[in-house]
């Protein structure tokens, strides 16, 4: 790890560039290229889709209905109220049923064969009324689904509540757990869509460069992570899913949300960027500095140095073929000091947020780990997260496609 004060001096770091520093960055991303991803990701879903045996794919989830049409409206408000719906029938449309006054959102993506407007039966919206709204609801999904699946009555579903699936099946479809599908169709990704991924990189970079650059003696926790929205949001992006900075003593135990609590000269400052940017994917990333760019003292750099170890002997590992209980038996052992601070994973899927796989840090490591493997296309994110009894937490983090010879970083912040 170089010194703090090289670091903050290295020129090569052109996220704070005039292009970057005064005004948003401009995607350099052609119509061609996010054309080619809508079309692949669609064909993904629809090839999982036949695989099944399901005659159709019903989405709540607005990351996985952003994969499917490249649809997006209200995603976080739409996660937990579930107002707008997506349909692919495996012998028949694709159908966008949009929120009340917003069909305007959906049209002319090539993905949609029909848009719809959504009947919404949540409580919130329907009171007394929700056993009538759910039924009719219900009775138009089924209706489609006779119409289009040949006798089949099976519908896989991402995420549905309760209400709905009984509606369902009283009307003789059959549930079926959908996101088994979509996690495997989004799991392998388009050259396209990784072009998409490197530029929402970019921008969590150019804002991580922010956080970097304000940190400072003085400077409040949430005032850090506020640069990070800012840069996301003014580039095009979404939004953050977790709220996780902090400085000195609060990175140990990690997973405190930031808070008002002033960073102090010295002090570790760590963060995890969980960030969903532009075009809809996400870019995961985590970094440790000290505040004000003072040279760590003897712990910091060596729990840095410990953290940096873990990161490049568990990306050594990973191949195409490779499987997840191979990298566990061969991935790096962490001491025995670190066990109780640990980070539970030692390596995720990432995507439209994080995704399968997960695969558990050998401490964790169980009859409850999932099977499969490593395959090309995939991208993944390899943790650590390094810290003892009285210390404060190193958290990294770096984001990696998955080639057919290893893995490239798809992250370029300096990480040690």
């Known amino acids: 790890m170089k010194d703090q004060s090289a670091f903050k001096d290295d020129r090569k770091l052109t996220y704070l560039n005039?292009?970057?520093?005064?005004?948003?960055?401009?995607?350099?991303?052609?119509?061609?290229?996010?054309?080619?991803?809508?079309?692949?990701?669609?064909?993904?879903?629809?090839?999982v889709l036949d695989q099944s045996g399901c005659a159709a794919l019903l989405l709540y989830d607005p990351c996985n209905i952003r994969y499917a049409f490249d649809c997006s409206n209200m995603q976080v408000w739409t996660l937990h109220n579930p107002m707008r719906y997506a349909l692919?029938?495996?012998?028949?449309?694709?159908?966008?049923?949009?929120?009340?006054?917003?069909?305007?959102?959906?049209?002319?993506?090539?993905?949609?064969?029909?848009?719809?407007?959504?009947?919404t039966w949540m409580f919130m919206a329907s009171g007394d009324k929700v056993e009538a709204a759910t039924e009719d609801w219900a009775r138009e999904?089924?209706?489609?689904?006779q119409t289009y699946g040949g006798g089949n009555t099976r519908i896989a579903c991402d995420a549905l509540d309760g209400s709905g699936v009984h509606a369902l099946e009283a009307l003789g479809l059959t549930y079926v757990e959908g996101s088994q599908f979509t996690e495997i169709a989004r799991s392998i990704k388009s050259p396209d869509e990784i072009e998409l991924m490197r530029w929402t990189i970019r921008v969590c970079e150019a804002g991580?460069?922010?956080?970097?650059?304000?940190?400072?003696?003085?400077?409040?926790?949430?005032?850090?992570?506020?640069?990070?929205?800012?840069?996301?949001?003014?580039?095009?992006?979404?939004?953050?899913?977790?709220?996780?900075?902090?400085?000195?003593?609060?990175?140990?135990?990690?997973?405190?949300?930031?808070?008002?609590?002033?960073?102090?000269?010295?002090?570790?400052?760590?963060?995890?960027?969980?960030?969903?940017?532009?075009?809809?994917?996400?870019?995961?990333?985590?970094?440790?500095?000290?505040?004000?760019?003072?040279?760590?003292?003897?712990?910091?750099?060596?729990?840095?140095e410990t953290a940096v170890a873990q990161i490049h002997h568990n990306l050594d590992l990973v191949k195409p073929g490779l499987s997840f209980a191979e990298f566990n038996a061969?991935?790096?052992?962490?001491?025995?000091?670190?066990?109780?601070?640990?980070?539970?994973?030692?390596?995720?899927?990432?995507?439209?947020?994080?995704?399968?796989p997960v695969?558990?840090?050998?401490?964790?490591?169980?009859?409850?780990?999932?099977?499969?493997?490593?395959?090309?296309?995939?991208?993944?994110?390899?943790?650590?997260?390094?810290?003892?009894?009285?210390?404060?937490?190193?958290?990294?983090?770096?984001?990696?496609l998955?080639?057919?010879?290893?893995?490239?970083?798809?992250?370029t912040f300096p990480l040690g």
Not at 141 to 145: E, F, T
Not at 219 to 236: I, K, P, Q, Y
Not at 273 to 283: E, K, N, Q, R, V
């Open 402 to 411: 998955v080639t057919e010879t290893g893995t490239e970083r798809l992250d």
């Open 330 to 356: 061969k991935s790096w052992r962490i001491p025995q000091a670190h066990v109780p601070y640990r980070y539970s994973l030692a390596a995720h899927g990432v995507g439209m947020a994080d995704e399968w």
């Open 208 to 304: 991580m460069a922010r956080i970097y650059d304000h940190s400072v003696p003085g400077v409040t926790e949430r005032e850090l992570w506020a640069h990070l929205h800012f840069e996301n949001a003014r580039s095009g992006g979404d939004w953050l899913e977790t709220k996780l900075l902090t400085c000195g003593p609060r990175t140990n135990p990690w997973y405190q949300e930031c808070s008002d609590r002033v960073c102090q000269e010295g002090e570790l400052i760590s963060f995890d960027t969980d960030m969903i940017g532009p075009y809809g994917y996400c870019a995961d990333l985590s970094r440790s500095w000290t505040c004000g760019y003072t040279a760590m003292t003897a712990t910091q750099q060596r729990l840095y």
């Open 18 to 47: 005039a292009e970057g520093a005064d005004k948003p960055l401009i995607s350099p991303v052609s119509d061609e290229v996010l054309a080619r991803a809508r079309a692949y990701r669609l064909g993904r879903l629809r090839r």
């Open 359 to 400: 695969i558990p840090l050998h401490v964790d490591w169980g009859p409850g780990a999932m099977s499969g493997r490593f395959e090309a296309g995939m991208v993944v994110c390899m943790e650590s997260l390094i810290a003892e009894a009285g210390s404060e937490s190193v958290k990294l983090e770096t984001q990696v």
């Open 88 to 119: 692919i029938l495996a012998g028949g449309p694709a159908i966008m049923f949009e929120f009340k006054g917003c069909l305007r959102q959906s049209e002319g993506l090539p993905g949609i064969d029909e848009l719809r407007l959504a009947r």
């Open 141 to 145: 999904i089924a209706d489609l689904v």
